[in-house]
DNA sequence: GTCTATAAACTGATAGAC
DNA sequence: GTCTATCAGTTTATAGAC
């Protein structure tokens, strides 16, 4: 029988965990297989036996983040629009504090032209999956009457995310600048804020 | 007496050019001096004789994209807020079309980490003009009546500068982006949409 | 699965001739 | 100002031993 610890709890998900950290922090053009082999204490080429191209490890990368983001979003099928809004905004918060990780789509779009085309295709996908959540939380609040503001939902949500992304990199020279956006997004869809 | 062309047009404006080029799209750490020297057609060498170190150009480039930044502004100090807004969205159009660059505020923040101290430091003050900028206009559009919205100019303007910064990354995924956002700006501010 | 060893290309950077 | 020549360091990646 095998132990407690899940057997995907190997060198390749350790991999994909630190490769997780570099990516959101420096950039996919900014770190390599040394950061990675040092940071876990093999040597390099025990990182190609598992990716044996940096391609493979982006395209993994992003497919991790859809699957987690898939997961994410249908572990809150019961709660209210402005309860998944307060999930979302969570979410964001939590990437600045580690570290000031930014959003992975904004990593994604912004080194966009210079990734291989398998992980420009990853790229498109997601950033499709995340629009379409934040549209559907602006749809679900105008229908229920929770939500207030001009527009459609669908412009509605694109500025929810755009904003968010945008936000997260603004953060790094301005602390200030996730606080008061999370507020203003709310007083946009004519929420209050949530009680402390 | 000098010629017609101005006595800045030599190499070292060239070389600031192509590099500019270059960042917009590719990003700071994904472009290189052989990238350079080979668009301008001369040697590697060449480029160092101009900028020393990489981090001379970077700085040399957040400068004076802070110079033409503060002219773009005071050139428009007549205009309407409205007016002043909408030539914001020529600007930002602009950068998309052109080889779907990104804003200069967004490569920097994305890169953050990876930047030396004093690109960090030119990149802070940069987006603080550039926030204040946006603020302005949504505090100017307010006193004077033309402007509609909820929360303060302050939260308003940072929300339209993040706003802005992921949509012209989101835009490389989907065309669409743009359009969207600044109907939705619009919208949120009274405004309606201005004739063609 | 991890190691040693190594390849081939690229990077930022410098010295010194013209 | 630009050139040739060169450097030391890094990057992605592979071959083959253990």
């Known amino acids: 029988m095998k132990p407690a610890t899940d057997m995907k709890n190997d060198t390749s998900k350790r991999i994909l965990d630190i490769a997780e ?12 297989y040394q950061h990675i082999s040092s940071a876990l204490g093999v040597r390099n080429a025990a990182i190609h036996y598992h990716y044996p191209k940096k391609t493979d490890l982006g395209v993994a990368l992003i497919q991790r983040y859809r699957r987690r983001f898939q997961r994410f979003v249908e572990a809150q099928g019961g709660l209210t629009p402005a309860q998944q809004l307060e999930r979302y905004f969570t979410l964001t918060d939590a990437y600045f504090e580690h570290d000031q990780q930014i959003c992975p789509s904004g990593i994604l779009t912004t080194e966009y032209q210079t990734l291989p085309e398998e992980m420009q295709q990853q790229a498109n996908a997601f950033v499709d999956e995340m629009r379409d ?20 939902p669908q412009a509605m949500g694109v500025l929810m995310l755009a904003a968010l992304q945008g936000g997260l990199q603004l953060a790094r020279t301005d602390q200030t600048v996730l606080l008061t956006l999370k507020e203003q997004i709310r007083a946009l869809l004519g929420l209050t804020s949530p009680l402390p």
Chains 1, 2 share one sequence.
Do not use: Q
């Open 133 to 152: 959540w934040a549209v559907r939380i602006a749809a679900c609040g105008r229908e229920d009457g929770s939500m207030r503001y001009a527009g459609t």
């Open 21 to 32: 950290e570099l990516l959101l922090t420096r950039g996919f053009n900014a770190f390599s």
